[in-house]
């Protein structure tokens, strides 16, 4: 029988509450979204929080909503509403590829998007989305210096500051994840699992804005694979100005194979992984140039 | 802490420790069995219930997130000795062997029927896809669904009409009843 070790519990009333509690409190509170991740987390006791504050009645965290040529995506947003955000596939259908192979449909009910990242485990898929849309995030705080009103922006690839952690520091909350929408996008995910359900074996996301027949600008998002940020700068860098081509691709997808770090684990060797990493870099910029060019895919 | 939860359209409180689990709490202090507890890592799904209108797996969720929400367990499905055509489903087309993971994907199939009331089989594989049935009788599960869903509505009504829909869903079942009690299993 697995039960969380003795907590505290505070039912958070708005944001504000929210950081006033996590104030509170100290160091040792956590935010308890979805629980998804944190409930088994500390059902294993590896997480051992004091208080938990719940922000579950945050209604104003939960909204996909496309404002000042951003997607904007609250951090309470449950996965199974970013899969039915039309807005969401519309302008990056990355997010709808990597929500489909996300857990299964009964987590992807009520674990969070902003969960998700937080808990950044290295085998998460939308940190890879994210890195590869480049989005920032949005963090709340009880405010200092570079940012009186509590609020400050972080790149996708600044968030994580390595396994389980991420810049999202004691008193501070995730509260939104901002896209920038440009023309002449396309984006997708490709993930190799071994069931349903399970983290991936490998995956990896791509999004491109063509400028003509040329490589405008790049994305690359690879997960569980040790790529550093979860993003493949190398490969993205090799792309800019290259011909939209599948020679292009082919040598994005080995220089993305090349620069990440796998583990051997009980899902599978690192030769393996590193394989995938390239593969499914090539398929997933294979299919988001489709888009970009408004074909089906 | 003291938590009120509406289980079924009936109001619980107790009071209880902020770590525990939702399974625990219906089962062991509302006595509420028909959910089970399976294998604890939300990976299997016999702990599904419905957290206002929304399947979750009950062992992943504390039962202080249930505070003043309302809970659907297997044991709301029958109404005035009337099973669920979920239920009825299961029992004619064989979807049940030893019955650990039933509770679970019927109120998971119920769900899926309300909002989609035709469903393909490939759409009720999806729905269950993150339920396990040990004795993998999955065709027949598959089977009791789609006989469910030439069925009608739940004989609950619509769960947000909960309560005040009784009387009006009772005449509609009444009138239901009579065709589909000859219907052979799909």
Redesign the interface.
């Given at each position: 029988?697995?039960?969380?070790?003795?907590?505290?519990?505070e039912?958070a009333s708005s944001v504000g509450h929210a950081l006033s509690l996590l104030a509170r409190y100290g160091p040792e509170a956590r935010i308890?979204a979805g629980?998804?991740s944190l409930?088994?987390m500390?059902?294993l006791r590896l997480a051992q929080p004091e208080t938990?504050v719940?922000i579950?009645g945050l209604t104003e965290l939960s909204y996909v909503e496309v404002t000042g040529g951003e997607l904007r995506i609250g951090a309470l947003t449950r996965h199974?509403q970013l899969l039915d955000s039309a807005a969401a596939g519309e302008h990056f259908a990355i997010l709808h590829d990597a929500e489909k192979v996300i857990?299964?449909?009964?987590?992807r009910?009520?674990g969070t998007v902003g969960g998700s990242l937080c808990q950044a485990d290295p085998s998460e898929d939308l940190s890879a989305a994210f890195a590869a849309l480049k989005a920032v995030m949005v963090i709340r705080g009880p405010g200092g210096p570079g940012h009186p009103d509590g609020s400050r922006t972080v790149s996708a690839r600044e968030f994580h500051t390595g396994p389980y952690e991420t810049v999202v520091a004691a008193g501070e909350m995730l509260t939104e994840i901002r896209i920038p929408i440009s023309p002449g996008g396309g984006s997708a995910y490709e993930k190799v699992g071994r069931r349903?359900?399970d983290w991936p074996v490998g995956a990896a996301g791509a999004a491109i804005w063509l400028a003509g027949d040329l490589v405008g600008d790049a994305g690359i998002g690879l997960t569980a694979v040790g790529a550093r940020q979860f993003a493949a700068p190398d490969a993205e860098e090799f792309l800019r100005g290259a011909p939209a081509t599948e020679d292009s691709f082919a040598r994005a997808g080995e220089i993305a194979a090349e620069h990440c770090r796998p583990v051997s684990d009980q899902r599978g060797p690192a030769d393996y992984k590193r394989h995938l990493a390239g593969e499914l870099t090539v398929r997933a910029l294979r299919r988001a140039l489709r888009r970009a060019r408004g074909e089906d895919a | 802490?003291q938590i009120t939860v509406t289980v079924n359209d009936v109001a619980f409180t107790r009071e209880v420790?902020?770590?525990l689990?939702l399974i625990?709490f219906l089962r062991d202090d509302l006595g509420l069995t028909g959910s089970h507890w399976g294998c604890?890592?939300?990976?299997c799904?016999a702990c599904?219930v419905w957290?206002d209108e929304?399947?979750?797996?009950s062992c992943?969720?504390?039962a202080?997130?249930a505070?003043g929400r309302r809970v659907f367990t297997v044991e709301g499905l029958e109404r005035g000795g009337r099973l669920d055509p979920v239920q009825e489903g299961f029992a004619r087309c064989h979807g049940l062997q030893c019955g650990f993971c039933t509770p679970g994907m019927m109120l998971?199939a119920r769900w899926l029927l309300d909002h989609n009331p035709d469903p393909s089989a490939e759409q009720i594989r999806?729905?269950l896809?993150?339920?396990v049935c040990r004795c993998t009788g999955y065709e027949n599960i598959v089977r009791s669904v789609r006989w469910a869903a030439g069925q009608g509505v739940a004989v609950r009504g619509s769960p947000a009409e909960a309560g005040g829909s009784a009387e009006a869903g009772g005449s509609a079942e009444a009138g239901g009843s009579a065709e589909t009690d000859g219907e052979a299993p799909a």
């Open positions: 029988m697995q039960v969380p070790a003795h907590v505290e519990y039912k308890l629980g998804h409930i088994p500390m059902k938990l719940d579950n199974a857990a299964d449909p009964i987590v009910n009520w349903v359900g | 802490m420790e902020p770590r689990l625990h604890d890592t939300s990976n799904g599904v957290l929304t399947p979750v797996k992943t969720v504390l202080a997130m505070d998971t999806e729905a896809s993150g339920q």
